[in-house]
């Protein structure tokens, strides 16, 4: 956690997601609930992560919460659950793989900004990401199940990650609870 690096040292760090593009993505799920579990599409990220739409569902991979607003109001910034525009929160999620940028940083407790943007963390939601994104080559059920059974491994390896950097936060601060 130490001290903070600078924005050109972060921007040469982590480079944007050079993956599927939001609109391609998010069209390819909408389009093929067989690939996506019948989820719904984030709003912000793209991906099926939420059980419905507008439903102030939470999403596990961006951290946006689903209060309804879509393209057609993007750029503006609603307030309510969601700090930012939902354009706003796109363009975030494809560097910081959440809806915040890395300049907010100090705005979170330490445990929450660890979760968000410890490196390790970022690398494993870039690992999630791509093994979604594999759905789009599926051609098969049976092969769109086989990339679910590996989604889930991963996230399984995510929360776990997740718990091990609170663990080393707690350690590092000498407190056994989280506030």
Known sequence: MGKRDSQETIKKRWFKWRGVDFNTRRSFFDLHPDHSRR????????????????????????????????????????????????????????ITCCVWSFEERGDFSRWNEATLFDERMIASKRRLRAAYEALMSCETLAQSYDQWQEIDVLWRAHFELRNAVESELDEMMGKTNKP
């Open 39 to 94: 989820l719904c599409t984030c709003p912000a990220c793209g991906y099926p992560m939420l059980a419905s739409r507008a439903g102030f569902d939470y999403c596990s991979l961006c951290h946006w919460e689903d209060d309804g607003q879509d393209d057609p109001h993007a750029d503006e910034a609603w307030g309510g659950p969601n700090d930012h525009s939902l354009t706003q929160a796109r363009a975030n999620f494809e």
